[in-house]
């Protein structure tokens, strides 16, 4: 098995320190979603499930839009404020769950980048393939 690149190793890190106000921020909705679900104890199942996500949503807008949390200029895309903003509300506002699905979607995407890598290593002449080894040992 072949040790990460340096840049591979630098843009995770990048990512990771992005998204940790973001997870810190759905940790916070997870938490308020317990507590409206201990006082709403005595509205039907739907409604009340309706009511808490509502209320998350609210509240993970209003946590990203003042704290000024963005999720897909972090991580290098380039958007403006009024798509980035209601996504990450919407994110937050799904608590951990909705934070975690970005990290699994990072996880896939670095997995589909290593795949990438070693299809052209593969289609790489024999001194390539040697170069490439070369490199990836210092």
């Known amino acids: 098995m072949q040790a990460p690149s340096a840049d591979t190793v630098k843009q995770t890190t990048d990512a990771v320190k992005a998204l940790a106000p973001l997870f810190a921020a759905g940790f916070a909705i997870q938490q308020l ?26 509240v993970g807008l209003i946590i990203v839009y003042f704290g000024g949390l963005r999720v897909l200029k972090p ?19 799904g608590g951990t769950e909705g934070v975690n699905s970005v990290m699994k979607f990072l996880g896939y995407a670095k997995e589909d980048k290593k795949a990438s890598a070693g299809i052209k290593q593969a289609d790489a002449t024999p001194n390539e393939q040697a170069a490439i080894a070369k490199m990836a040992n210092k």
């Open 75 to 93: 991580l290098g895309y380039e958007v403006t404020a009024w798509i980035d903003y209601p996504l990450a509300g919407l994110i937050v506002g």
């Open 33 to 58: 979603t317990e507590i409206l679900g201990g006082a709403f104890s005595k509205v039907s199942p739907d409604q009340k499930k309706l009511v808490i996500k509502v209320s998350a949503t609210i």
